[in-house]
């Protein structure tokens, strides 16, 4: 093969990706602001950030009230069979549904194609929980989602970031707080594997992400 005909197969490549349809949405949930960064309600920014660092891939366009990116993700969208965009909902974590819900809408996007990683203060430092569907359990965003998409049907990787130190502690107070030192290790490595909890969703389903990744901790 010439070189002009390498060439030529990679824009053909590049066009037909441009114009696969996307299928998914993995929506990272958070509070924009560098006031915010690391947080524990930011867990579901820090997991897309941390597949940002490792891919290369590029969350950096303001789409629907909230950080968009297109791109693919692991098993049969590495291979190029599905397209998704990845989402940081920039309308703070109790308006999250807003951006989720006009995405959606936008690219006619079935609730059950699209995938929440969130922040969840009943699972120690470092757990996963991979959920097909289900109730809010208290965390904001998942309730104003559920809200604006009219269905509790949509999966969710929840990431385990510690319950309160004791139960008259002030749970705004404890979820907009930072991680200690010793916590860093297990959340780093909870946000790698949520990404490829959802990339597992969206290969092989929730029951196989779940078998593989629920109560996994470092």
């Known amino acids: 093969m010439s070189v002009f005909d390498i060439f030529k197969k990679l824009e ?3 066009t037909a990706k441009a114009a ?28 897309l950030e941390s597949y940002c660092a490792r891919s290369g891939q590029k969350i950096d366009r303001m789409k629907f009230k909230a ?12 291979a ?5 965009l990845l989402l ?23 609730p059950e194609r699209v995938i929440v990683l969130s922040d969840d203060v009943s699972l120690d ?13 208290g965390q904001n965003g998942l309730k104003n989602i559920i809200y604006h998409l009219g269905s509790e049907d949509f999966p969710r990787v929840k990431i385990g970031v510690g319950k309160k130190p004791r139960p008259d502690y002030d749970l705004a107070a404890w979820v907009l707080g930072r991680f200690p030192e010793e916590d860093q290790k297990a959340i780093d490595k909870a946000c790698e594997d949520a990404v490829s909890a959802a990339a597992c969703i969206i290969e ?15």
Request: a positive charge.
């Open 12 to 14: 053909e490549e590049k």
């Open 20 to 47: 696969q349809p996307i299928e998914w949405l993995v929506v990272g949930l958070g509070n924009p602001g560098s006031k915010y960064d690391n947080t524990r309600h930011n867990a579901g920014f820090r997991a």
């Open 67 to 78: 950080l968009a990116g297109e791109g693919m993700l692991g098993g049969k969208a590495s």
């Open 80 to 84: 190029g069979g599905e397209k998704l």
């Open 88 to 110: 940081k909902p920039q309308t703070f974590m109790n308006l999250s549904g807003e951006a989720v819900r006009d995405a959606a809408s936008f690219y006619k996007i079935p």
């Open 125 to 137: 430092v470092g757990t996963l929980r991979v959920r097909p569907k289900g109730s809010a359990g």
């Open 204 to 218: 092989s389903g929730c029951a196989a992400a779940a078998q593989k990744f629920n109560g996994k901790r470092i």
